[in-house]
Every structure is written in structure tokens, then in C-alpha cells.
């Protein structure tokens, strides 16, 4: 249970796909402007990479070596299709709002590099915990960002306004520049709270010694 709970908080900070690995920046940055967007890009991204770790686990001893990258793109399109159609159905102005970023999960690299370097290796059950780490690691990130820019640059959270009337909207958090300065301060703090899980992690060693 130890090292399952350890490879899940890997993915939240250690090893977080768009703060330490830096992978999905494109559509992260992109929908970052309202907090609604990121928790439906995060949860449809999380819903996506767990699936698809999940079978290409079970089935990993059974893919040809030389057939495996269209493969995973097949069983990660699968599920891509599936959030896809039931976002249209169920929310379909988020869908709308969200535009070409949810079929675009198909070629995101957060979930083919994790399908490659993990999945196809691993037991199913340490793949569906690796994937819950990313996923909710990529979430968090998103939702953060995006609380910061709607906050900051439209005075409102999940379309709710929270800065009184007087409040002037700081307009530049909503456009791309923002974007990339509130992500470098997520960063930032990122480095600065691994160290301090490290230091954690090493001090009962020192104290033994």
C-alpha cells in the first residue's frame, strides 16, 4: 500500500506531467482562462489516461512490439471518442467551450508517454495508480491556474463574482502572457515543495545515523 500511495503522489508533484515534465502545455495554457474549462479538461484528460493504461496493461503481453504505437493511439482514441460524446450530450456548452482540446487528448503526449514508459510494462493495478497521479496532477495544476487568471482577470470564479463591483478585471491575466506567467509561478512553487518532500524524506535517515 506504501509504494502504491507513493507512485500516486509521484504524479501530484515529484513527476506532475506539466510542472515538472513539462508535457501538454498546449491545450493547458489554453484552457486555463476559466476555471469550468479546466476541471472538465482535467477530469476528461484523467478519465482518458486511466482507461487507457488500464487495457493496455491487461493486454500488454499480448501487443507486437511492432504494432504497439498504433495500438495504444487506437485504445486511447477509443476512450477519447467516448468522453467526447458523452460531453456533447451531457454538457454540451462546456463541449462547445472547449472546442478541438478534448478530441485533441488523442495525441496528447502526457497520456502516450505514461501508456509507453508505464503501462505497457507494469501490472494494471500500478498502471490505473500512475494514471490516477497524472491525471489529478494535471488537474489540480489546471484548476489552480485557471482560479488564478478568472479571479484575476474577470473578478469571478466558475462565472460567480467574488471581486466587489469597484474591481478593475486585470485583462492581461486573461490573454497568453498571463497564462505563462501564473504557470512559471506554479512551477516555482512546485521545485520549492518537492524540496521540502525530500528534505522530509531524508531526515529520518540522518537521524538514525
Do not use: H
Not at 489554453?30 to 493496455?56: K, P, R, Y
Not at 450530450?89 to 487528448?105: D, H, N, R, T, W
Request: net charge neutral; with cysteine.
Amino acid at each position: 500500500m506504501k509504494r502504491l500511495f507513493a507512485l500516486f503522489v509521484k504524479g501530484l508533484v515529484a513527476e506532475n506531467p506539466l510542472l515538472m515534465l513539462m508535457i501538454g502545455l498546449c491545450s493547458a495554457l489554453a484552457v486555463t482562462t476559466s476555471v469550468e474549462n479546466a476541471i472538465g479538461m482535467g477530469l476528461a484528460m484523467t478519465f482518458v489516461i486511466v482507461f487507457a493504461e488500464l487495457v493496455i496493461s491487461l493486454f500488454r503481453n499480448l501487443i507486437p512490439n511492432s504494432v504497439r504505437i498504433p495500438t495504444f493511439i487506437i485504445v486511447i482514441a477509443a476512450f477519447t471518442t467516448i468522453i467526447d460524446l458523452s460531453m456533447k450530450a451531457y454538457f454540451p456548452e462546456l463541449s462547445k467551450a472547449m472546442g478541438v482540446f478534448i478530441p485533441l487528448i488523442v495525441v496528447n503526449c502526457i497520456i502516450m508517454g505514461r501508456v509507453e514508459a508505464f503501462a505497457s510494462k507494469e501490472k494494471p493495478v500500478d498502471a490505473v495508480v500512475d494514471a490516477l497521479g497524472m491525471g489529478l496532477g494535471y488537474t489540480w495544476v489546471l484548476v489552480g491556474i485557471a482560479a488564478f487568471r478568472e479571479l484575476l482577470g474577470n473578478g469571478t470564479l466558475l462565472s460567480a463574482q467574488i471581486m466587489p463591483e469597484a474591481y478593475q478585471p486585470i485583462l492581461f491575466f486573461t490573454l497568453p502572457p498571463g497564462g505563462f506567467l501564473v504557470f512559471a509561478l506554479f512551477i516555482s512553487f512546485n521545485i520549492w515543495l518537492k524540496r521540502v518532500m525530500d528534505r522530509a524524506d531524508r531526515a529520518p535517515v540522518k537521524e538514525a545515523a
